[in-house]
C-alpha cells in the first residue's frame, strides 16, 4: 500500500493536506490547502488529500465529503484523494491500520517503543499529582522498564494495553523553510507519547510519520502549530531509519484584531460562504491576500496568478490577519472580472436566470427577460456595481426584471409637473434614442430641467427612477434605461406618468 519506487521517484515534489474530517472546511483550513496545491503546482508536483480520521470519538458525519466538496469547489482540486483514489490509496487513515500495526510493530522489534498498561485511574492520577503541583501532566515512563517477562505475563493475562514511543534525548536541529532552524528537545518535557491506542487506532504522530513516508511526500506543508511537534515526528523518522520529508509552517490565521478564527464563527467556513454567493476566486485572493508568500499583495489575484507569483521563500513569521470586512470588495472586483472574460460568462449567465425565476417566478410578466442577450448585457452594465451576483435580485435591481408598482401619489410628490416631465421624456424617446451610449443619454437628460419651470435636475432624476424602479436608489437613470431598452422604459414612463 506504500507508493510503488517507480511513481516515487516519477512524482518528486508530493504534497498534502492531512485535515482530520472533525468538521467543516474552514478559512484556515482553506489557506492551508492552498498553499500546499500552489506549491504542488508551481513545482510540477502532485497535491494530495488525505484524511485524518483515526480519533474516531471527534468524527462529524459529512465532514470529509464536505472537505472533498469544498477544495473542488474552491477550484483546487487534489490530484490523489479518498475520492479519487491514486497510487498511495487508500487515503483515509481508517483504512490503513494494518500498515500502522505493521510499522508499530516494527518499533517494538527495535526497542524503539514499547507496551505500556498503566490503567486510566493511574495516569488520571499522575496528572492530578503534576497540576497539584502546578507541573505539565507527563507519563513518568514507567512501563518502559518492565522486563519482556513481565510484559509477556500482562499479554497472555489479556490486559489492556497501548504502545508508546521511546523519546530520546538528543532531538537534532531542523531546518524550517519559513521558521528557520528550530529544535525542541522533546524528551525533557513531554513523557513518552501514546503510538497506538487500545482500539488497534493509531494516534496522529505516528500516523502522520508513517504515510507521509509511505505516501512519498516531499515537503509537509501545514499550521504553525505543529512546528512544536516536528521534533517529536523527526525522531519518529530516525527510529524507523527513514529520510523525512522538508517542512514548511505556515503562519496562523487570524481575524484582523488578532484575535483566533473561531469556527463558531459561521462565516469562517467555506460552505458557508459558497452558499451566501462568494466566488471561489474572491477566497482564495482575500486568504493570500492577507499573508506573505508573494512579492507584492493586490486585489484581484487570479489562481493562475497565484500560482505564477508564489515564492515560499517568502512566507513571512508573522501571523496573517484576515479582514473579512473586506470580501464584498473582493468579490465585486473578481465578479467582475469574471464578468469581463467571455470564457466564464455563460456560467454566470445562467445562474442568474436560475435565480430571478426562483426569485421572481410567476411575477415575470416578460419572459424575455430571461434571455441570455438581455442577462448578458445586465451583467455587463452592472459590473464593478454589484459584489455578488444576487445583488442583482435585490429590491433595488427587480425593476430589472419585474415592472414595478408605483403610486401617482407618490410621484406627484416629488413633482408636480410630473406629467410634463414625463411628455419630455417619451419625445426625448421619440428620437432614435435607442443607439446612444449611456453618456450620450445622460446628457439629454441633463438638458431637460430647462423645458420645464419648477423641477430641478435632481428632483427629476429622483421622479424618472420611481417611475422606472419604484425604488429611491439604484443605477444612473441613463443605465436604467439602456438595461429596460426603449421599448419597456416608454411603456413605464408612460404608465407612471402619462394618466
Ligand atoms: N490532522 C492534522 C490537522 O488536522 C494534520 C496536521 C499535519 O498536516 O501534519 O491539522
Known amino acids: 500500500m506504500g507508493l510503488p519506487p517507480a511513481a516515487a521517484s516519477a512524482l518528486a515534489c508530493r504534497v498534502r493536506f492531512a485535515p482530520s474530517p472533525t468538521g467543516f472546511l474552514h478559512l484556515g483550513g482553506l489557506r492551508t490547502a492552498l498553499y500546499n496545491y500552489i506549491f504542488a503546482k508551481k513545482h510540477g508536483g502532485r497535491f494530495i488529500l488525505r484524511l485524518e480520521d483515526t480519533d474516531q470519538s471527534r468524527l462529524v458525519p459529512g465532514a470529509a465529503e464536505g472537505i472533498e466538496d469544498m477544495l473542488q469547489w474552491a477550484g483546487i482540486p487534489p490530484d490523489e484523494s479518498p475520492r479519487c483514489g491514486g497510487p498511495a490509496a487508500p487515503y483515509l487513515q481508517s483504512q490503513r491500520l494494518p500498515l500502522y500495526r505493521e510499522a508499530v510493530e516494527q518499533l517494538l522489534e527495535k526497542g524503539a517503543a514499547y507496551r505500556c498498561f498503566c490503567t486510566p485511574q493511574r495516569l ?139 469556527k463558531r464563527q459561521g462565516h469562517v467556513f467555506v460552505e458557508h460562504l459558497a452558499q451566501d454567493g462568494y466566488l471561489p476566486a474572491a477566497l482564495l485572493d482575500i486568504i493570500t491576500n492577507c499573508g506573505s508568500g508573494f512579492a507584492e499583495n493586490r486585489m484581484g489575484r487570479t489562481l493562475e496568478e497565484l500560482v505564477a507569483e508564489f515564492d515560499v521563500g517568502r512566507i513571512e513569521k508573522y501571523s496573517a490577519l484576515l479582514d473579512l470586512e473586506k470580501l464584498g470588495e473582493f468579490n465585486r472586483i473578481h465578479l467582475a472580472q469574471q464578468i469581463r472574460d467571455e470564457r466564464r460568462r455563460p456560467a454566470l449567465v445562467a445562474e442568474v436566470q436560475a435565480s430571478v425565476e426562483r426569485a421572481f417566478g410567476e411575477q415575470l410578466v416578460d419572459r424575455g427577460v430571461l434571455e441570455k442577450a438581455y442577462v448578458e448585457q445586465v451583467l455587463l452594465l452592472r459590473r464593478g456595481h454589484i459584489s455578488r451576483l444576487r445583488d442583482l435580485v435585490s429590491p433595488q435591481h427587480a425593476f430589472l426584471w419585474i415592472r414595478p408598482m408605483v403610486s401617482h401619489e407618490e410621484l406627484q410628490a416629488i413633482s408636480p409637473e410630473a406629467e410634463e416631465i414625463g411628455r419630455l421624456v417619451l419625445e426625448l424617446l421619440d428620437q432614435p434614442v435607442a443607439t446612444l451610449t449611456i453618456e450620450e443619454l445622460g446628457r439629454e437628460l441633463r438638458q431637460l430641467p430647462e423645458r420645464v419651470q419648477a423641477t430641478k435636475y435632481s428632483a427629476m432624476m429622483k421622479l424618472l427612477r420611481v417611475a422606472l424602479s419604484g425604488q429611491q436608489q439604484g443605477p444612473s437613470i441613463a443605465e436604467m434605461m439602456v438595461s429596460l431598452g426603449h421599448r419597456e422604459t416608454r411603456t413605464r414612463i408612460r404608465r407612471a406618468l402619462c394618466s
Not at 221 to 229: C, F, V, Y
Open 124 to 262: 488520571e492520577l499522575l496528572k492530578k499529582a503534576a497540576l497539584r503541583n502546578q507541573e505539565t501532566p507527563r507519563y513518568d515512563n514507567r512501563c518502559r522498564h518492565l522486563s519482556p517477562k513481565q510484559v509477556a505475563e500482562k499479554v497472555t493475562q489479556g490486559a489492556d494495553c497501548v504502545v508508546r514511543f521511546r523519546l530520546e534525548e538528543g532531538s537534532e536541529p531542523f531546518h524550517d523553510l519559513v521558521y528557520g532552524w528550530s529544535k525542541h528537545e522533546v524528551a525533557r518535557v513531554e513523557g513518552d507519547p501514546v503510538i497506538l491506542k487500545s482500539d488497534g487506532f493509531p494516534t496522529y504522530h505516528l500516523a502522520n510519520v508513517v504515510d507521509d513516508h509511505l505516501m512519498g511526500i516531499s515537503h509537509v506543508l501545514r499550521g504553525a502549530e505543529w512546528l512544536i511537534s516536528t521534533s517529536k515526528h523527526l525522531l519518529l523518522y530516525r527510529a524507523f531509519g527513514w529520510d523525512p520529508p522538508r517542512f514548511a509552517h505556515l503562519p496562523l490565521l487570524l481575524n484582523a484584531d488578532g484575535s483566533k478564527l473561531s
